[in-house]
């Protein structure tokens, strides 16, 4: 994108993706192309992309992919985050029929896509997976989300085991199609892991579909998530950007 006679390439992430490792690349091959990063809820980055607020955006799969184009990257563990003193805490991982008689927090903004939940249903939705976590904290129920929002979201009196065999959340880099720009084109190369003298392609769209399922294999694990809307400056060894 071009702001003024200054080119900024816009990246969108969602809470738990951590985009430092393909921005520090970035900064190193485009020095005259600051990234500004834009952290984004899982809901809204869809809408986000397809008005133009970025060029490209680390997403949630599934997402209503009409008008965009995605590369999927890597699929994250799923946990369950309980209280240090509940009996979960005891295993190093847990099956779903262990979660029977708990209730379970399925907060609104949750990106597990479901055919069954675990655990019995609790007395509220929270909106955020922020509220759930305080919820879990007070002692009113367990939530199982993707590690990197455990991580994030990581509290002293609170922990989390993996959660074996239920779907997981696979991350993708998405961007709207008809704005496959050189600057994008450059980014899905880093992400691709392409080195600065591989000769690039117009990247194929991926399939068009309304919701996807997630794939079902042990991922990478991402680490805590930045904040938003802070400009990476160019340079020639810069640091990701992070936030507490």
Not at 34 to 51: F, K, Q, Y
Not at 97 to 104: I, N, R
Not at 217 to 224: F, V
């Amino acid at each position: 994108m071009t702001d003024g006679e200054t080119k900024v390439f816009r990246l969108a992430y969602v809470p738990g993706v951590t985009p430092a490792k393909w921005v520090n690349i970035w900064a190193e091959r485009k020095p005259d192309v600051p990234i500004t990063l834009v952290t984004v809820s899982a809901a809204e980055v869809v809408g986000l992309l397809r008005d133009g607020g970025a060029d490209a955006g680390f997403v949630r799969l599934p997402v209503d992919r009409d008008g965009l184009s995605a590369i999927p990257l890597y699929v994250e563990t799923t946990v369950v985050v309980v209280p240090k003193d509940h009996a979960v805490a005891a295993a190093d991982e847990v099956a779903i029929a262990d979660l029977a008689d708990d209730e379970v927090l399925h907060p609104l903004d949750d990106t597990i896509e479901w055919t069954v939940r675990p655990g019995l249903p609790a007395f509220t939705r929270p909106a955020t997976t922020a509220e759930a976590i305080e919820l879990v904290a007070a002692g009113a129920g367990l939530l199982v989300v993707p590690q990197s929002l455990a991580r994030l979201h990581h509290r002293r009196d609170l922990t989390y085991r993996p959660l074996l065999d239920v779907p997981q959340s696979q991350v993708a880099l998405a961007w709207p199609t008809d704005a496959t720009t050189d600057l994008v084109e450059d980014f899905i190369g880093i992400v691709r892991g392409r080195t600065v003298n591989s000769s690039r392609g117009r990247t194929p769209a991926a399939p068009a579909s309304s919701a996807e399922k997630p794939a079902q294999r042990q991922a990478q694990k991402p680490a805590k998530s930045g904040s938003s809307r802070r400009a990476v400056p160019a340079r020639r060894k810069g640091k990701g950007h992070r936030s507490r």
